[in-house]
C-alpha cells in the first residue's frame, strides 16, 4: 500500500498574556474548511509504541458553559458511533449511547 495523497488539518490558537486561548481556528482545504473559527476542540492521537492516548483538549475562555456540555455530550454520541463502525461491537455501543442519554437527562440538555 503506497500513499497517494496527503492531507492536512491545521488548527490556529490564538493565546493572551497568560497563553489561555482567545481565539480558535482551524483549516482542512480537503473538507471545505479555510479558516473557519471554533470555541473548542478535542483532539485524540494513538501512540501505538506506548499503548497509550495522548489527547488535546482546548476552549476559549468565552465559550458558554451550556454550549461546553452540549460539546461534550455530541463528543461522547460521535464516540459511541465511531466505536460501533470501529469494533463492530453493537452491544457495547448501545450502553455507551444509553450513557449518553443519561448524561443528557442529568444536564437537562434534551428538552
Not at 471545505?32 to 499503548?51: C, L, P, R
Not at 461546553?68 to 449511547?97: C, G, I, P
Amino acid at each position: 500500500m503506497s500513499v497517494k495523497h496527503t492531507s492536512e488539518i491545521k488548527f490556529k490558537i490564538g493565546l493572551d498574556e497568560n497563553k489561555v486561548p482567545e481565539e480558535i481556528s482551524w483549516i482542512a482545504k480537503d473538507g471545505g474548511i479555510n479558516n473557519e473559527a471554533s470555541k473548542a476542540i478535542m483532539v485524540s492521537v494513538w501512540d501505538h509504541k506506548q499503548k497509550d492516548t495522548l489527547r488535546m483538549d482546548l476552549w476559549t475562555k468565552d465559550m458558554p458553559v451550556d454550549e461546553m456540555k452540549q460539546f461534550y455530550h455530541q463528543t461522547l454520541v460521535s464516540m459511541a458511533d465511531s466505536f460501533e463502525r470501529a469494533t463492530d461491537d453493537a452491544k457495547m455501543s448501545a450502553t455507551m449511547r444509553d450513557f449518553c442519554d443519561y448524561f443528557a437527562e442529568k444536564l437537562e440538555l434534551k428538552k
